[in-house]
């Protein structure tokens, strides 16, 4: 290793470290703001500029806590602080132009006064912020709080700075000139890893985990069982891997028959909770999103009788929801939080009422939400955190292409306002609900999730995660199709695809599912790979120009760079 990587290394684990300790700070004393702040700058340092946006947010927040004595937080916020009000110098908060602002307070009160700490605290707050968002892509709110942060110190030399880098990035990724900051982008790309601090995510490949996997897979499909399966490793473009006669692979989970299965015959029958519904009082179960049954006196539909607006469509799905996740949200008013967004946001309302819905089960179970049985084994398109990392050298090559899409609205503001609908102290609970949990909820929802579009409309309104539906590898030429109301039905196909071939599966093929229209063109399928899971498919029959051919979707990254 030379001499430089060691170095970084050195670096890294020695941030690592101090990362460590400000968290078991923080949950030791989860209201000081000071400490949010040192944990956001050692975020940066880091390379994690959503994550020190996120606390950064935090910290925010409790500044107001400390200046509105009618907030909830107010004392605990307020008693926190006044242990760094003793008129000396907090160093996170001597920072350029802002160490002369807390210069001049500190002389004007003494350095004793929460309420003066807290307001300078504030602009510090919104100078991490921006800067942070502004690395992340997110434009828009960047330049917000830009503005909030110049509204309390007009003539910060960090803010004004930042200010002009927006504009001028803003100019470079839209090739015109932005004049309404509304028309700003706020949507950009983060880390999507395994973080070295997560101790929750399983080996997906262990005896243990497989071992629970067939037991829960048994009820589901009971003539099919979770095995590794070796699959071709995904390509980022155009590439001649095409004619090698060995094809790079990788391992992923795959399904397989363990008795033979006749054509036309269900395989799989999966019913889940993670599902999500963006209209506003539509007309689908809360539970399994399906349709409800017709009105009526013999109508089976059951309404909450806490929350009188929520539906189930019958009583196995009132009992599911009552044991798994519904008394968590019962009459809190978060039925209309992301509800009927614009056509541009179908999407992301959608993943993040499921990361709302995956909230509120580990809320009613008391765990970790990365406990919760329905997603803890998804697969979540991790990258090596090594090869996410950002080296600081001058002789350092072109920057990582992080994959994550990322918002400070989707990603820190609403699941705060979520959580804090749900009656959950947000930072009494940070050790389950900091950004990197959600952030981690999200690689594997964006990775596995399925949606319906609304015949209307052609919006995406309904969306679930079916964690078996989602082990079921793809291949251009399935040896099932699927149908999804209520349940998520795998059914094993009368002919297949390719050549009008006989359907049915033996007794220990894999079960080859299809994510995709299978009658597109080659290209087309590469390209809707290509967008939605990280890298092209990889056929390997085709005969011709727009030929089906068969191709199993795996990982896009060959299998040492993957965590699985």
Not at 198 to 211: G, H, V, Y
């Amino acid at each position: 290793m030379a001499d430089s990587e060691e170095e970084v290394d050195t670096r890294i684990e020695s941030l690592l470290d101090h990362r460590q300790s400000l968290t078991d700070e923080l949950l030791a004393d989860p209201y000081d703001l000071i400490l949010y702040l040192k944990r956001a700058l050692v975020h940066s340092d880091l390379g994690y500029p959503d994550l020190a946006s996120g606390d950064a947010y935090r910290a925010l927040l409790l500044t107001d806590e400390i200046l509105n004595d009618g907030f909830e937080y107010h004392e605990m916020a307020t008693r926190s602080l006044a242990k760094y009000a003793n008129g000396t110098t907090v160093g996170v908060l001597d920072h350029g132009a802002l160490g002369e602002d807390g210069s001049r307070l500190a002389r004007s009160t003494s350095g004793s006064d929460p309420i003066a700490l807290a307001t300078l605290a504030s602009i510090r707050c919104f100078q991490i912020l921006a800067l942070s968002l502004l690395l992340c892509g997110c434009l828009k709110s960047a330049y917000g709080f830009c503005e909030r942060g110049l509204a309390v110190s007009p003539n910060n030399r960090e803010l004004r700075n930042t200010m002009s880098y927006i504009q001028t990035v803003s100019q470079r990724r839209m090739r015109v000139l932005i004049s309404d900051p509304n028309d700003l982008p706020d949507w950009g790309v983060v880390r999507r890893e395994v973080y070295p601090w997560n101790d929750n995510e399983p080996d997906r490949f262990s005896d243990e985990a497989l071992e629970f996997l067939n037991s829960e897979l048994a009820q589901a499909a009971p003539k099919c069982c979770v095995k590794v399966s070796e699959l071709p490793v995904l390509l980022v473009g155009a590439s001649d891997t095409d004619d090698y006669e060995i094809i790079p692979t990788c391992n992923q989970l795959g399904v397989f028959a363990k008795d033979d299965i006749a054509p036309g015959e269900d395989v799989l029958t999966e019913y889940s909770l993670v599902t999500a519904n963006n209209r506003l009082k539509d007309s689908v179960c809360d539970a399994c999103s399906g349709d409800l049954p017709p009105l009526g006196p013999d109508s089976q539909a059951i309404n909450c009788p806490e929350c009188y607006d929520t539906v189930f469509c019958d009583q196995y799905c009132f009992e599911k929801a009552q044991q798994l996740y519904h008394p968590a949200v019962c009459d809190k008013d978060v039925d209309s939080i992301a509800k009927d967004p614009e056509a541009k946001e179908a999407d992301e309302s959608l993943h993040l009422l499921l990361l709302a819905r995956v909230l509120a089960m580990a809320a009613h179970q008391d765990i970790h939400p990365l406990e919760v049985t329905q997603i803890k084994f998804l697969w979540g398109d991790f990258v090596d955190t090594k090869s996410n990392e950002i080296n600081p050298s001058p002789n350092a090559g072109p920057p990582p292409d992080w994959t994550l899409p990322f918002s400070f609205k989707y990603n820190i503001e609403t699941p705060l306002h979520i959580l804090e609908k749900m009656e959950i102290n947000i930072y009494e609970t940070l050790a389950r609900h900091d950004i990197w949990v959600f952030n981690t909820v999200y690689s594997k929802l964006r990775g596995t999730a399925s949606a319906r579009k609304n015949p209307r409309d052609g919006r995406p309104d309904v969306a679930a995660v079916h964690p078996f539906w989602c082990l079921a590898n793809h291949d251009c030429n399935p040896n099932v199709t699927w149908e999804w109301g209520g349940r998520m039905v795998l059914r094993a196909r009368e002919t297949r695809v390719v050549g009008n071939a006989p359907g049915g599966i033996r007794s220990g093929e894999e079960i080859l599912n299809h994510y995709c229209d299978v009658n597109l063109p080659v290209q087309q399928r590469r390209e809707w790979a290509s967008g939605s899971l990280g890298g092209w498919c990889m056929c390997q029959s085709e005969t011709g120009p727009g030929s089906v051919g068969s191709c199993t979707l795996s990982s896009p990254t060959s299998s040492t760079d993957l965590i699985n």
